[in-house]
């Protein structure tokens, strides 16, 4: 199970930390990922990371603002994100998945989502 959790309502300019805590599975063995869903958008790759935490990807317009990390020994995986702006806002989503990758369909295990707004 997957608890996705640092979401709000921010101010653009701000920067927000999500946490995607892992329960009931060790997730350190998996790729993590997190996607993001705007209201009427379909849902997009944000960043992933490889299990060990040496590989990362992210989507090219994020790269700069948007960084993912691990830790193993919480089993918890974060998305630390900067210079927010209004279209930054989504229901973000934590996934897991055995190869790190940008294609949703591939992460088999999905978090419930938190709610990221961005304010102008």
């Known amino acids: 199970q997957l608890q996705a959790s640092g979401g709000g309502l921010v101010q653009a300019g701000d920067s927000l930390r999500l946490s995607c805590a892992a329960s009931g599975r060790t997730f350190s063995s998996y790729a993590m990922g997190w996607f993001r869903q705007a209201p009427g958008k379909e849902r997009e790759f944000v960043a992933a990371?490889?299990?060990?935490?040496?590989?990362?990807l992210y989507a090219d317009s994020l790269k700069g603002r948007f960084t993912i990390s691990r830790d193993n020994a919480k089993n918890t995986v974060y998305l630390q994100m900067n210079s927010l702006k209004p279209e930054d806002t989504a229901v973000y989503y934590c996934a897991a998945s055995t190869v790190v990758d940008t294609i949703a369909p591939l992460y088999p295990y999905w978090g419930q989502g938190t709610q990221v707004t961005v304010s102008s």
């Open positions: 990371i490889r299990w060990s935490g040496a590989g990362t």
